[in-house]
Nanobody
Framework: QVQLVESGGGLVQPGGSLRLSCTVS????????MGWYRRTPGKSARELVA????????NYADSVKGRFTISTDDSENTINLQMSNLKPEDTDVYYC?????????WGRGTQVTVSS
């Protein structure tokens, strides 16, 4: 079992920045895939925001390229998402996701609201 806990969400004005963190309950060296997704309440599908395979290059949704950066901190066991130049359409619940031993795990999400 893997537990994921997201943090760092909140209310920010358009053009502002936020840094989301996902704390992972196991050693991250064993993770194959790590990603951030988002979903608007009431919608069933989560949208991929950013992802990275172990040892690979990050992948970003077109809507966030140049504004968001995914990174990992193995010493802190965190998967981070630095978000800059935020727009109202970035408002969503953001979820952390990992693949471990062929099983996907999700966190409970953290709310990001971009509004003036």
């Amino acid at each position: 079992q893997v537990q994921l806990v997201e943090s760092g969400g909140g209310l920010v004005q358009p053009g502002g920045s936020l840094r989301l963190s996902c704390t992972v309950s196991i050693n991250m060296f064993s993770l194959v895939y790590m990603g951030w997704y988002r979903r608007t309440p009431g919608k069933s599908a989560r949208e991929l925001v950013a992802s990275i395979f172990s040892g690979g290059q990050p992948n970003y949704a077109d809507s966030v390229k140049g504004r968001f950066t995914i990174s990992t901190d193995d010493s802190e066991n965190t998967i981070n998402l630095q978000m800059s130049n935020l727009k109202p359409e970035d408002t969503d619940v953001y979820y952390c996701n990992v693949l471990y031993h062929r099983t996907k795990y999700w966190g409970r999400g953290t709310q990001v609201t971009v509004s003036s």
